[in-house]
C-alpha cells in the first residue's frame, strides 16, 4: 500500500483547556502517591492536563518526563507546562520506548508513572486526521505521522475479508462482514477519501433498527480502523512490561483504558506480572523461573465518580487500574 500525502493539521493558539478535560485527575494524583523528590513519568502527556494535575499537587518532584507520538499536541503540552519548565522534559516518542527514554537521561528508576490511552478531544476535533466522524476530515488516524498507512491505505486497499477481521477483532463490530462488503463496493465507483464519505458508507451497511442509540453507527468501525494503524493493543503490551521494569519499589503504574479491549490487556498483564509463577500447580519444584515483578494495587477497576462523568461525559467509558512495583 502507498499511502496518500496529508494534509498537516492546524494547532492554533486557541486555548487547549476549551478542548481538554483530563479524566479521572483526582484518581490518578491519588494513586501516584510521589515522594518528595520524586521522578515520574507521563507516558501519553498529549496536552499535557495530567501532567498539569501532577505538577500542581506534587510541587516538591524533582523531574516529570512526558512521552507522546503526536507532534502536534507535544507543542501545546509544553506551553501548558512552561510554568514548570525546569523539571519538565518532553520527548517525542512512543511509550512503548520508556525504558530506553528514561535510561537515556541516566535515570535507572522512576517513582510513578501513568498513561492515559483515550484519544484526546484535540485529536478528535481539532487535528485535522479524521478521528471523528463528526467531522469532514481526510482519513489519516496516524497518531504518529511517521507511521507508513494511513486509514485512507486501509478502506481503499484492503481486501474485504481483510477489513472485515479489523472490524470484528478491534472494533467487536457484529455488521463488520457488511460494511467491509460496503466499503470494497463503494470504493470501486471512488477512492473513499474523507471521514464523512466513511462513515456514511457504515451507517447506510447497518440496519436502521439496529442503529445505536446513544452512539454513532461508525463508532466501532472507526475505533477499529484507529487501533489497527496505530497497533494500539500489541503497543500496550509492550509498553507495560517495559513500564515495570524501571518501577522503584512501591512505585506506581496508573493505566487508564476506554474500552474492554484495552482493559482486558491491563487487567490480564497485571495479573501475569503479579503472579511469580506460571507452572502447573502438581509440579513440586518450580521450573519457569519467573518472579513477581508488580503488586496489583487495584484488584478490580476504579470508575470516575458520577459528577465527573455528568461534568466530562467523554469520562463515562474510562477505567482505571493500578499497579506498583516490588
Do not use: W
Amino acid at each position: 500500500m502507498v499511502s496518500k500525502k496529508i494534509r498537516a493539521a492546524d494547532a492554533s493558539s486557541e486555548p487547549q483547556e476549551q478542548f481538554h478535560s483530563p479524566v479521572m485527575v483526582r484518581e490518578v494524583v491519588e494513586y501516584l502517591d510521589l515522594p518528595e523528590g520524586a521522578i515520574v513519568v507521563d507516558a501519553t502527556v498529549g496536552l499535557g492536563g495530567h501532567s498539569e494535575h501532577i505538577l500542581n499537587e506534587y510541587p516538591l518532584i524533582s523531574k516529570l518526563i512526558g512521552m507522546d507520538v503526536d507532534q502536534a499536541t507535544i507543542s501545546l503540552a509544553k506551553g501548558r507546562l512552561s510554568a514548570s519548565a525546569e523539571k519538565v522534559e518532553i520527548v517525542n516518542r512512543n511509550f512503548i520506548h520508556i525504558k530506553n527514554t528514561v535510561n537515556s537521561m541516566g535515570i535507572e528508576y522512576v517513582d510513578g508513572i501513568v498513561a492515559d490511552l483515550g484519544i484526546s478531544s484535540f485529536q478528535l476535533e481539532r487535528s485535522g486526521k479524521g478521528f471523528s466522524f463528526n467531522r469532514n476530515e481526510f482519513l489519516d488516524m496516524r497518531m504518529d505521522a511517521g507511521l507508513q498507512f494511513s486509514a485512507y491505505d486501509l478502506v481503499n486497499e484492503m481486501k474485504s475479508e481483510e477489513l472485515e477481521y479489523i472490524l470484528k477483532e478491534y472494533g467487536e463490530e457484529k455488521f463488520a462482514r457488511r460494511i467491509a462488503n460496503s466499503i470494497v463496493k463503494s470504493r470501486v465507483k471512488k477512492p473513499i477519501q474523507t471521514s464523512f464519505e466513511l462513515a456514511s458508507i457504515i451507517s447506510n451497511s447497518i440496519p436502521k433498527k439496529f442503529h445505536p442509540k446513544k452512539t454513532h453507527p461508525a463508532t466501532k468501525t472507526f475505533q477499529a480502523l484507529r487501533i489497527s494503524i496505530n497497533n494500539e493493543l500489541d503497543n500496550l503490551a509492550i509498553f507495560i512490561e517495559e513500564a515495570v521494569k524501571i518501577l522503584n519499589t512501591g512505585a506506581r503504574l496508573v493505566v487508564i483504558s476506554f474500552h474492554s479491549l484495552e482493559d482486558r490487556i491491563v487487567k490480564n498483564m497485571f495479573r501475569k506480572l503479579d503472579s511469580p509463577c506460571a507452572c502447573p500447580p502438581d509440579l513440586p519444584v518450580c521450573a519457569c523461573g519467573r518472579v513477581q515483578q508488580v503488586r496489583r494495587v487495584t484488584r478490580s477497576v476504579v470508575r470516575p465518580a458520577k459528577r465527573e462523568v455528568a461534568e466530562n461525559p467523554r469520562a463515562r467509558s474510562s477505567k482505571m487500574r493500578v499497579a506498583e512495583g516490588v
